[in-house]
Nanobody, 125 residues
Framework: QVQLVESGGGLVQTGGSLRLSCAAS????????MGWFRQGPGKEREFVAG????????YYAGAVKGRFTISRDNARSTVYLQMNSLKPEDTAVYYC??????????????????WGQGTQVTVSH
């Protein structure tokens, strides 16, 4: 069974930190770029961060650049999102996804063909 399972979400105060994890099973993890997306209340799902399979190339949305860090452990088939200096506007359901390939880090969710169920992140004032 193909699965991406996110964990690590929760409730945190403004300025706090969380580390999200996304564990893959039943699918090829190596050789594919991975991404994190989020969907806030009443908003469309948006790209947050992406990483190519080797881990040496990453990209961030402007709203999170400098605060979030994406990384991956191919031996564990896991991708991470370290989130620091959290703000209330970061409140959202966070999803990890596997790209259809690894040519580039892509921002369009249609370029990703496997998704996790999401994990809720709530940042209080």
């Amino acid at each position: 069974q193909v699965q991406l399972v996110e964990s690590g979400g929760g409730l945190v105060q403004t300025g706090g930190s969380l580390r999200l994890s996304c564990a893959a099973s039943g699918l090829t993890f190596r050789r594919y770029a991975m991404g994190w997306f989020r969907q806030g209340p009443g908003k469309e799902r948006e790209f947050v961060a992406g990483i190519r399979w080797g881990g040496g190339s990453t990209y961030y949305a402007g709203a999170v650049k400098g605060r979030f860090t994406i990384s991956r452990d191919n031996a564990r088939s896991t991708v991470y999102l370290q989130m620091n200096s959290l703000k209330p506007e970061d409140t959202a359901v966070y999803y990890c996804a596997r790209d259809r390939g690894d040519a580039n880090i892509r921002f369009n969710q249609d370029d990703y063909n496997c998704w996790g169920q999401g994990t809720q992140v709530t940042v209080s004032h």
